[in-house]
């Protein structure tokens, strides 16, 4: 068997931002209205790599692919200057049940899980967003960043990061829009990106000024978060899918654990925002939150779209 490989390059040569975003409401519709079959993923905890494997399948009922992404997250390989993420989507035949294609599986990663930052952040920030921050210095910085600026017209984004010296070349590989920022930042930003490893709160509900709206996509695992206790609870919170986030969604679970927070307080699933079942921002006063670990169903949209155009 001799699959094609469609590489990074590939992806993004078929697939723009705005393709991308538009996709995710595709994606959060199936998983709200039960069209997507999406277990939850397997979490192969390897402790003394300090790594971890993910695998997780998707399928979308009446759909013409299925597809399975392997990924493996190793925590150490950003100091030692290697991807944080590596992984490969492998495309199936749904109707037929062959293999079909791999497909690279970071590319995929970053770009559908800043789609799914912009789709939020379209759908939840305030319509007159000027100011961003963004924590994070990575691929997936730069996917939210990407995202963000598809469906808001910004005019400052400030990128806060572990380094001084590799978030100044981050920045550098903007515009000038986009500059190294501080904490005090914060209280100036009307959308805030968490895209970052932090096993701990990145910054406290003080440091920020109502109306704000946070896409926290960087933790996903049950004790790890982004977010502090009295946000979460401060916030309106909606997620991609309830039943992984109650496996995986540490800045949810975290405060459930410590007695001072509920899933019943949560606003529920980005899908069902969509659809009208849910109210997004009701005042510029809200503080809207999208918490996001993850879905393969977002994996298995943009691998479709990668499939289709590039067999043409």
Not at 177 to 203: H, W, Y
């Amino acid at each position: 068997m001799n699959l094609p490989f469609y590489s990074a390059d590939d992806v993004r040569s078929v697939v723009s931002m705005s393709d991308a975003i538009e996709s995710m409401r595709t994606a959060f519709t199936a998983l709200s209205d039960g069209s997507a079959i999406v277990p939850n993923r397997i979490n192969l905890p390897m402790e003394d790599q300090n790594a971890l494997h993910l695998s997780m399948p998707a399928y979308i009922k009446d759909g013409k692919y299925n597809s399975i992404k392997l990924v493996n997250v190793h925590f150490d390989n950003p100091q030692i200057g290697l991807p944080l993420i590596n992984g490969v989507i492998l495309v199936m035949d749904a109707v037929e049940g062959s293999p079909l294609a791999l497909v690279e599986g970071k590319s995929v990663t970053s770009l559908r899980t800043g789609a799914g930052s912009g789709l939020a952040t379209d759908l939840l920030a305030k319509t007159d967003s000027k100011n961003a921050v963004i924590f994070g210095s990575g691929a997936q910085a730069k996917t939210q960043i990407e995202a963000i600026r598809s469906v808001r017209n910004l005019e400052s984004i400030k990128v806060i990061g572990r380094s001084k010296e590799k978030t100044l070349e981050f920045c550098n590989s903007f515009d000038e829009t986009v500059q190294p920022g501080e904490m005090n930042n914060l209280k100036n930003a009307d959308i805030i990106c968490t895209a970052t490893t932090s096993e701990r709160p990145l910054f406290d509900f003080d440091d920020i000024s109502h109306g704000v709206h946070i896409n926290a996509v960087g933790a996903h695992k049950s004790d790890t978060r982004e977010l502090g206790t009295k946000l979460v609870q401060e916030g309106k919170v909606y997620i991609d899918q309830l039943s992984s986030s109650k496996n995986e969604a540490g800045d949810i679970i975290i405060p459930i654990n410590e007695g001072k927070y509920d899933w019943g307080q949560i606003q529920g699933e980005l899908g069902d925002l969509i659809l009208g079942k849910l109210q997004g921002r009701s005042s510029d006063q809200d503080i809207t939150i999208f918490n996001s670990i993850g879905n393969a169903v977002q994996d298995l949209v943009i691998a479709e779209m990668v499939m289709e155009k590039k067999s043409k």
